[in-house]
């Protein structure tokens, strides 16, 4: 008897999660909603970043070399050589591989719970069994014991984002030390790094621990969401390993020539992140004052806890819909609470919005 197509599909593509995009699709339809619902950068690039797409294109007929000259660029930035840099299409592209470099089926992945959505959803896809560990309750801190404590033979890759989504707060570095002298693969993800651009990067730490890589995307800070650009960075032989999983010439000419760009003028992603942190500080202190507890967040996004209030999380997303045309993030319930949302500053009129909807609602 003939299989059903199914039946065909390896096992786990049945049973993985699903990563739903379709607010997307919802918030490309509506433009009259502010959306705040995901952390992007509402600062469209400048006309700089728009000629060098535009130069690029006109050779666009050519397949890209291995860009050693970007990767240059890069690892200068990180005190690192061009062979220690691999690039690629943004984070979700880093997350695929590492999952593709480490995991074979039954292999296990710690990382804790919440966390950015697309990291267990592209473990599973390897056949890997995700271990989440619950933040600590209170502070939304890694749970460092619990994920310590979850290391079997089985586990392949341990994952800290930092600062962690959706918390926003940064690891201590006695606890990440911790991580890396465990001597299991470790990626430090620093999605959101550039947002204080006075704390150092984790990046020397490649140095003495070669199981230790880090992600770096130009989506959040530099906008660069829907340009996609992002790179690994890890010793020689981790980077080797990562562009044998990269597809040959995976980054378009267009995407590379608007990362230069925006490395050579620094003063834009400056005014972006400025923007942004002035925004952050206004929520952070109008929702005090209503007495809500946001977590002192340090990317782009902010954590709200507003399980005092009785509402429902979705209460709260449907609200901000229909008062303000604002969207939010829909956080899942943390220790069994419901009531969190996360927001992401917008332009200042959409922020605008975003302060009255909640003066209005919770004051
Ligand atoms: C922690 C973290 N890593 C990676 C990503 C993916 O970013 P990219 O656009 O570079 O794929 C995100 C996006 O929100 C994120 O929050």
Not at 103 to 132: H, W, Y
Not at 332 to 354: A, L, M, N, Q, W
Request: with cysteine; proline share 6%; aromatic share 10%.
């Amino acid at each position: 008897m003939k299989k059903e197509l199914k039946d065909w599909f390896v096992p786990w593509l049945m049973t993985a999660r699903e990563y739903n995009t379709s607010i997307l699709d919802h918030a490309w339809a509506h433009p009259e909603h502010a959306r705040m619902m995901l952390n992007e950068n509402p600062i469209q690039p400048s006309e700089k970043i728009v000629q060098a797409v535009a130069d690029a294109v006109r050779n666009g007929n050519r397949y890209p070399d291995s860009m050693r000259g970007l990767r240059e660029k890069i690892g200068k930035m990180y005190d690192l050589g061009p062979d220690n840099v691999a690039i690629c299409n943004g984070s979700s592209d880093t997350i695929d591989t590492m999952m593709r470099v480490f995991l074979q089926p039954g292999d296990e992945i710690i990382m804790s719970n919440p966390t950015f959505g697309l990291f267990p959803v592209r473990a599973e896809l390897c056949g890997a069994k995700v271990v989440q560990i619950p933040l600590r309750e209170g502070d939304l801190q890694y749970d460092v014991e619990g994920m310590l404590n979850a290391i079997t033979e089985r586990t392949k890759l341990i994952l800290i984002i930092n600062p962690n989504n959706p918390s926003g707060v940064f690891i201590n570095d006695d606890d990440l030390i911790r991580f890396c002298e465990t001597g299991i693969p470790l990626c430090i993800d620093e999605a959101y790094g550039a947002y204080t651009p006075g704390r150092p990067t984790k990046a020397p730490l490649i140095k003495k621990y070669p199981h230790v890589f880090l992600s770096v995307t130009l989506s959040k800070a530099h906008g660069f969401a829907g340009i996609r650009f992002g790179f690994v960075l890890g010793t020689e032989e981790m980077i080797r390993a990562f562009n044998t999983v990269f597809l040959p010439w995976n980054v378009s000419l267009m995407s590379a020539a608007a990362a230069e760009a925006i490395m050579d003028n620094p003063e834009e992603v400056e005014a972006k992140v400025k923007h942004n942190n002035r925004w952050m500080d206004r929520f952070y202190e109008e929702l005090k004052k209503l007495g809500l507890n946001p977590y002192p967040a340090h990317g782009n996004y902010m954590l709200v806890d507003a399980t005092m209030t009785g509402k429902t999380t979705e209460e709260i997303l449907q609200a901000a819909r229909d008062m303000q045309g604002v969207l939010l993030k829909k956080i899942s319930p943390i220790h069994g609470k419901t009531g969190y949302f996360r927001v992401t500053p917008g332009s200042d009129e959409e922020c605008e919005r975003f302060m009255k909807f909640i003066r209005e609602y919770f004051g």
